[in-house]
Nanobody, 118 residues
Framework: VQLAESGGGLVQAGDSLNLSCAAS????????MVWFRQAPGKEREFVAA????????EYADSMSGRFFISRDMNKNAINLAINTLKPEDTAVYYC????????????WGQGTQVTVSS
C-alpha cells in the first residue's frame, strides 16, 4: 500500500483544515487506517484511527471533539478534519496502515506539515 498525505499548510489559530491520505496498491478492506502527528522536539503521537471495513473510529483522548476522521471509499482515502486549530497542533501529520489483527504499522506516508500561527 502506498500512502500519500495532502492538505497541510500554514493556517491561523481558529481555522479549520482537512487532511487527506490517498491509498493505492492494495485493497484496504482488512486494514485500519490511522493518523499520527509529530510536533517539533516531541514524540510521534496517535491522533485517530478508522477501520476501513466498517468505519468504526477511535480517537486519542486529547483529540476528541476537534478532530474527525472519515473514509472516502470512492477515492480510497481517509480524511482528517481539524477544527479550531491551535498553535500546539503544529506538527507533521502522518497516515499509516496496519492489518486490523496486527498492532504493527505496515505502511506509512511521507507526512504533511501543518503549521498554525497564533
Amino acid at each position: 500500500v502506498q500512502l500519500a498525505e495532502s492538505g497541510g499548510g500554514l493556517v491561523q489559530a481558529g481555522d479549520s483544515l482537512n487532511l487527506s491520505c490517498a491509498a493505492s496498491g492494495r485493497t484496504l478492506s482488512t486494514y485500519v487506517m490511522v493518523w499520527f502527528r509529530q510536533a517539533p522536539g516531541k514524540e510521534r503521537e496517535f491522533v485517530a484511527a478508522i477501520k476501513w471495513s466498517d468505519g468504526i473510529t477511535e480517537y486519542a483522548d486529547s483529540m476528541s471533539g476537534r478532530f474527525f476522521i472519515s473514509r472516502d471509499m470512492n477515492k480510497n482515502a481517509i480524511n482528517l478534519a481539524i477544527n479550531t486549530l491551535k498553535p500546539e497542533d503544529t506538527a507533521v501529520y502522518y497516515c499509516a496502515a496496519r492489518l486490523f489483527f496486527i498492532h504493527d504499522y505496515e505502511y506509512w506516508g511521507q507526512g504533511t506539515q501543518v503549521t498554525v500561527s497564533s
